[in-house]
């Protein structure tokens, strides 16, 4: 039997993610680690260690499926992992990213003001007002939180869904992250041997 690391068990992090943010929405801070440690072993290791071992939301989608029996397993529809879908769904992720730094900064800058709540699917707001008390850190931190774990749920949630439609890993065909690293890891090995370029 494969020997287990430490590694394996990253699954439950997603789901200790979700469920601090549930009860305070300041620990969606949290999620900024999903976001720059990728990029991080993508621009200096030139390789995707962090998702052939510890991307929790990849092993996630990998062990629910085998616990509970949700996947049906099927192919996915081939556009899902052709390369304009993915381009288009990364070029729509960056602008969604780049809308919750714009509302930080329209609170930073008292332009707006604090809204707590959550947006699902980028369409249904979501009171979430119980996960925050007022005047914890400033507005601006606390409407970072909302809008970053409202990202992280968005998309887990389409993971999700594909996951059981389709094979356990769909969501990874067209991961945002999975995309950019490939992409920084393709322009970083880009005339290496191929023993220099082995990816981790
Ligand atoms: S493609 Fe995305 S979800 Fe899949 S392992 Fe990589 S970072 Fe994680």
């Known amino acids: 039997m494969k020997k287990k690391h430490w590694y394996d068990y990253l699954w439950v992090w997603p789901l200790l993610y979700f469920s601090l943010g549930f009860f305070n929405i300041l620990f969606a801070w949290l999620g900024m680690i999903d976001v720059m440690l990728p990029l991080f072993i993508a621009i200096f290791g030139g390789n995707k260690w962090f998702c052939n071992h510890i991307c929790g939301r990849g092993q996630l989608f990998a062990v629910l499926p085998k616990k509970l029996k949700c996947s049906r397993g099927v192919p996915a529809p081939g556009w899902m992992s052709s390369m304009p879908f993915r381009s288009a769904f ?3 992720f960056m602008l969604m990213f780049g809308s919750i730094v714009w509302q930080t900064w329209l609170v930073y800058s008292g332009t707006s003001s604090l809204r707590e ?8 707001s979501v009171p979430w007002s119980w996960a925050y008390r007022a005047h914890v850190v400033p507005d601006w931190a606390a409407q970072f939180s909302f809008g970053l774990y409202s990202l992280m749920l968005s998309s887990t949630l389409i993971g999700l869904a594909v ?9 990874c065909c067209f991961c945002p992250m999975g995309m950019m690293t490939q992409l920084i890891c393709k322009a970083k090995n880009r005339g290496q041997t191929p023993e220099m370029s082995r990816a981790g």
């Open 117 to 124: 709540a959550v947006r699902l699917l980028w369409t249904f």
């Open 163 to 171: 996951m059981a439609l389709y094979r356990p890993r769909t969501w």
């Open 90 to 92: 990364l070029i729509f």
